[in-house]
């Protein structure tokens, strides 16, 4: 099993920046994917950012340029800088990883419980 426990969202400026961290504990073998989503009122939830793992990354293009997802393997710790803060960009910001529980395993999904992000103009 994989816990996933968001930190650092909040209220700031538009214009404003904010670092939301994502720590991932349990027993389990291994990490794919990490990635972070979010979901306005009355919207889906969508993806925000992600890195597989192997080194690559994908944005969603209204965060693009402005928004930095990074990952320390070795802390099983993922990150997102958000900077140039947008109103359209208040939301439950979710932490979200592929793992496996043992090396045979197949993956599963795991969310965390989700951080607020309110960005006021």
């Known amino acids: 099993q994989v816990q996933l426990v968001e930190s650092g969202g909040g209220l700031v400026q538009a214009g404003g920046s904010l670092r939301l961290s994502c720590a991932a504990s349990?027993?389990?073998?291994?990490?794919?994917?990490m990635g972070w989503y979010r979901q306005a009122p009355g919207k889906q939830r969508e993806l925000v950012a992600d890195?597989?793992?192997?080194?690559?990354?994908n944005y969603a293009d209204s965060v693009k340029g402005r928004f930095t997802i990074s990952r320390d393997n070795a802390k099983n710790m993922v990150y997102l800088q958000m900077d140039s803060l947008k109103p359209e960009d208040t939301a439950v910001y979710y932490c979200?990883?592929?793992?496996?529980?043992?090396?045979?395993?197949?993956?599963?999904?795991?969310w965390g419980q989700g951080t607020q992000v309110t960005v006021s103009s």
């Open positions: 979200n990883a592929e793992g496996y529980s043992g090396r045979w395993s197949l993956p599963r999904n795991y």
């Open positions: 890195n597989t793992g192997g080194g690559s990354t």
């Open positions: 349990g027993s389990f073998f291994r990490l794919n994917a």
